[in-house]
């Protein structure tokens, strides 16, 4: 999905209302109704409906605000939870669109007009629903603006924003004096810049878009630099499976990893990628690891041999020549270690034809003897912060470092012509003809030991049968991973990276009804 400036979601707005005849009222209608959608989603999934006493709306006095009247409706609508608005103005100083749809809620739910707020306008168990300032915001916040963001800020309450958390500005991601806190954003047509780039990453919390009805016409001419990933772009991805399928034909995968020190991440790829429609998965690990981790009876282990002391050597070649032969994906790096003996066995493996997914020690290796990586369009990596600014040093690309994450990947995928997935908050995917998207599923409790490994899993498994659409295929299964986090029922703390494998179906039903 296009991320675009506010200057051209006005522009769409208009050509929407003037050229398509869409009224400004459905427009903003259409809008609130897809904003308390969502509202309700987040709160079946994250607190329950049991747990939320009051819906407190904070209304401005622009778009924003006639946004949170239609929010305001729909809840009433279609809970049973008390409502309060809490307005910055009269409803006769609003705009035509938001004057009539806030008469048609103000009689039914608690209604004031208020000048300032304090900790008391607030209770145990409210949802508050963040209204105030939509995407114009510029500069400094003006009275009483200021006073309702701290206040908020200071409530320790769960808020969702409307098209951007208050304060924020759209374009560029930052904010001067103060902004909101949001636990949800749901932003309008289509994300906008500042949502993922700057701080908005910092204070959007979880992102969802919610279609308005712009005609597709009108979107197809907005240019675009990248995009933001939502679940819609990942549909595509989770197909219907033919009814004669078998387990080759929906992807082989071989995972090589492992060492005495770090045997278990191996395997939590492993398990992704069976939960992600991989129909066969072989493990290959060092022959002289001394524990294997329980894991999947359907997972196949081979233990190779190596140089003794539980790391890959050159001899472990000869044994993973027919398995990488059989493989549709090959996984290199979770858990394997830097020895000297297993760099002479990454040089090697490096040489493969196969689409190659590179994590991990394999990218520290690459980094330290940048010359044995061999460029191929199927390769894909993904490096964390710290192996991309080793991976940018290492190919002559340290000019980058001071560079945004979106820039650092593009730079990257283009040198190695690979598929770079870097990781973190809004993980980014980059192709090598320049393509960048910004994920925008996943939250705090993917910060975990062994994420990573589990990404690379399902990214292994969509790959399988991706039909050369690598880049495509690797935002998709970022996405998937990102959507895990949000879904748990454990928390952002309580989750762990062997929670992953069990969340992916439910992730992936949520998707596509095929999966």
Excluded at 184 to 190: F, G, N, P
Excluded at 315 to 324: A, F, G, N, R, Y
Aim: proline letters at 4%; aromatic letters at 8%; charged letters at 25%.
């Amino acid at each position: 999905m296009k991320a675009i400036s506010v200057e051209q979601m006005r522009e769409l707005d208009s050509r929407s209302i003037k050229k398509a005849k869409i009224p400004g009222f459905v427009l903003m209608e259409r809008a609130g109704f897809g904003c308390g959608e969502k509202i309700i989603e987040f709160i079946e999934d994250r607190i329950h409906f049991n747990k939320i006493k009051r819906f407190v709306i904070l209304a401005g006095k622009g778009n924003n605000g006639g946004d949170a009247y239609v929010v305001a409706r729909y809840l009433y609508e279609n809970t049973n939870i008390e409502i309060i608005i809490y307005s910055i103005c009269d409803i006769e100083k609003l705009g035509d669109d938001s004057k009539k749809h806030a008469g048609l809620i103000i009689e039914d739910v608690d209604y004031c007009i208020k000048k300032k707020l304090t900790v008391k306008d607030f209770r145990q168990g409210d949802i508050i629903i963040d209204g105030l300032l939509g995407t114009g915001t510029k500069g400094l916040l003006r009275k009483p603006y200021d006073n309702w963001i701290a206040t908020v800020n200071s409530s320790l309450l769960t808020v969702i924003s409307l098209d951007i958390p208050s304060g924020l500005n759209a374009d560029n991601g930052q904010f001067e004096g103060d902004c909101i806190i949001a636990d949800m954003t749901v932003t309008m047509a289509l994300p906008k810049h500042g949502l993922v780039i700057g701080k908005g990453p910092e204070y959007c919390g979880l992102l969802r878009c919610v279609n308005i009805g712009i005609p597709q016409e009108y979107i197809n001419e907005t240019e675009s630099d990248f995009e933001v990933y939502f679940s819609c772009d990942a549909e595509k991805y989770l197909p219907r499976i033919p009814v004669k399928s078998y387990k080759n034909s929906v992807g082989s995968v071989l995972i090589i990893g492992g060492s005495k020190e770090y045997y278990g991440a191996p395997f939590l790829s492993a398990l992704t990628a069976q939960r992600s429609g991989a129909g066969m998965v072989r493990v290959a690990v060092p022959q002289s690891i001394e524990r294997i981790p329980d894991a999947s009876l359907s997972l196949i282990v081979k233990k190779i041999k190596d140089n003794g002391n539980g790391y890959f050597s050159l001899e472990s070649l000869k044994e993973l020549k027919p398995l990488i032969n059989k493989s549709d994906v090959i996984v290199l790096g979770p858990g394997i270690g830097t020895e000297r003996d297993t760099f002479l066995f990454v040089r090697e493996i490096l040489k493969t034809q196969k689409t190659l997914i590179i994590d991990a020690d394999a990218l520290n290796i690459i980094a330290e003897s940048p010359e044995i990586y061999h460029k191929n369009d199927s390769n894909i990596l993904t490096p964390h912060p710290g192996e991309m600014k080793r991976l940018l040093e290492a190919f002559d690309l340290e000019h980058f470092n001071d560079k945004s994450r979106e820039e650092k990947a593009e730079a990257l995928a283009e040198c190695l012509d690979a598929t770079i997935v870097f990781k973190g908050a809004r993980t980014i995917t980059a192709s090598p003809d320049g393509q960048i998207t910004v994920n925008s599923s996943g939250c705090p409790a993917l910060a975990t030991a062994g994420s990573g490994d589990s990404l690379t899993g399902i990214i292994a498994a969509l790959n399988a049968k991706a039909h050369e659409d690598y880049y495509g295929a690797t935002a998709a299964a970022v996405f998937i991973h990102g959507m895990t986090g949000e879904i748990s029922p454990l928390g952002n703390r309580g989750f762990i990276a062997d929670d992953i494998h069990e969340l992916i179906p439910e992730a992936m039903l949520r998707i596509s009804a095929f999966a």
